[in-house]
Nanobody
Framework: QVHVVESGGGLVQAGGSLRLSCAAS????????MGWYRQAPGNLRELVAA???????NYGDSVKGRFTISRDNAKNTVYLQMNNLKPEDTAVYYC?????????WGKGTLVTVSS
């Protein structure tokens, strides 16, 4: 069984920064991708950033240059450093672990950016 747990959300003013963390545990074998998605009310879930172990990060267009994803493979942990936050970044952020064709999701953490 695999568990994915996010932490680090909260309320921040526009222009501020937050750092999200996500730890995966359980039976995780092989090359995998860890990443962040977000969903705002009334919107579809969208990719924020993802990184394969030992690979190059992939970012959604709206966060390029502001957000940075990193991971600690030994700890099966992924981080999302979010700088210069904007009100439109307000959403529930979900951590995703993909192992082959299996997707595992956390419960999400709310990020609210006030103007």
């Amino acid at each position: 069984q695999v568990h994915v747990v996010e932490s680090g959300g909260g309320l921040v003013q526009a222009g501020g920064s937050l750092r999200l963390s996500c730890a995966a545990s359980g039976s995780i074998f092989g090359i995998n991708t860890m990443g962040w998605y977000r969903q705002a009310p009334g919107n579809l879930r969208e990719l924020v950033a993802a990184i394969i172990s030992g690979g190059i990060p992939n970012y959604g267009d709206s966060v390029k240059g502001r957000f940075t994803i990193s991971r600690d493979n030994a700890k099966n942990t992924v981080y999302l450093q979010m700088n210069n936050l904007k009100p439109e970044d307000t959403a529930v952020y979900y951590c995703n672990l993909r192992v082959f064709t299996m997707d595992y999701w956390g419960k999400g953490t709310l990020v609210t950016v006030s103007s």
